[in-house]
């Protein structure tokens, strides 16, 4: 099973500062994502990005949030002001395909504080 | 909309035992259904995959089975261990191509000497 490595693994940020997560590729993985989990709840989804473009995205990535891969490196997500509520898991998972495996990193344990 | 309910909640069972977790969805156009088993704290790890003309697919003591018409799947674990106790999550994709991923809420299983 390929291995996804997310960095950091715990962030503590206070109220309003910018976060980026990091997120390292594998090279025959076309398609990211991005999800959380706030503690006790469940896994929802964030973005999906696929050649250098977001594909998809669900209500909760609003303006404060954005993807991108730069010169096809990590693939990071960033919160731009952070508020107590991002306090969650960020999980990257990547799959070669839409319909194939899908395997999810460790995930960054971010804390505002 | 596109809804993935997993019963039940939670579950403690006797090391040893058998059990079996249930999910209905209601995802269409369906793609594949998916269980991931999920350690507190990490990243969801992918048990099975099956697409629509799959009954049933195992991997060790786990065996996942799909009804297609109903709509449900089940996921059974034999002889359980205490390493089984985690969340268990059923997932659901809408349809080919990079359409993100349908979260349950998980089963939390819980096995006990």
């Known amino acids: 099973e390929p291995e996804v490595t997310q960095t950091p693994s715990h962030q503590v940020t206070q109220m309003g500062q910018e976060v980026i997560l990091r997120c390292v590729p594998i090279?025959?993985?076309?398609?990211f994502y991005w999800y959380r989990q706030i503690l006790g709840q469940k896994v929802e989804f964030l973005v999906s990005?696929?050649?250098?473009?977001?594909?998809?995205k669900s209500e909760i990535f609003d303006d404060q949030f954005s993807v991108e891969r730069p010169d096809g490196s990590n693939f990071t997500l960033k919160i731009r002001s952070t508020k107590l509520e991002d306090s969650a898991m960020y999980f990257c998972?990547?799959?070669?395909?839409?319909?194939?495996?899908?395997?999810f990193g460790q995930g960054t344990r971010l804390t505002v504080v | 909309k596109n809804q993935v309910e997993q019963s039940p909640q939670s579950l403690i069972i006797l090391e040893g035992k058998n059990c079996t977790l249930q999910?209905?969805?209601?995802?269409?156009?369906?793609?594949?259904l998916r269980w991931y088993k999920q350690d507190t704290g990490r990243g969801p790890v992918s048990l099975t995959i099956?697409?629509?003309?799959?009954n049933t697919k195992s991997n060790g003591r786990y065996t996942a089975t799909l009804d297609a018409d109903t709509k449900q799947s089940s996921l059974h674990i034999t002889a359980s261990q205490l390493s089984d106790s985690a969340s268990y999550i059923c997932?659901?994709?809408?349809?080919?191509?990079?359409?993100?991923?349908?979260f349950g809420k998980g089963t939390r299983l819980s096995v006990i000497a």
């Open positions: 998972a990547r799959t070669r395909t839409g319909t194939t495996e899908a395997f």
């Open positions: 090279s025959n993985h076309l398609y």
């Open positions: 990005f696929y050649n250098n473009e977001i594909s998809e």
């Open positions: 999910c209905n969805y209601t995802v269409s156009p369906f793609s594949n």
């Open positions: 099956m697409t629509f003309s799959e």
């Open positions: 997932v659901v994709s809408a349809e080919s191509g990079n359409t993100p991923l349908v």
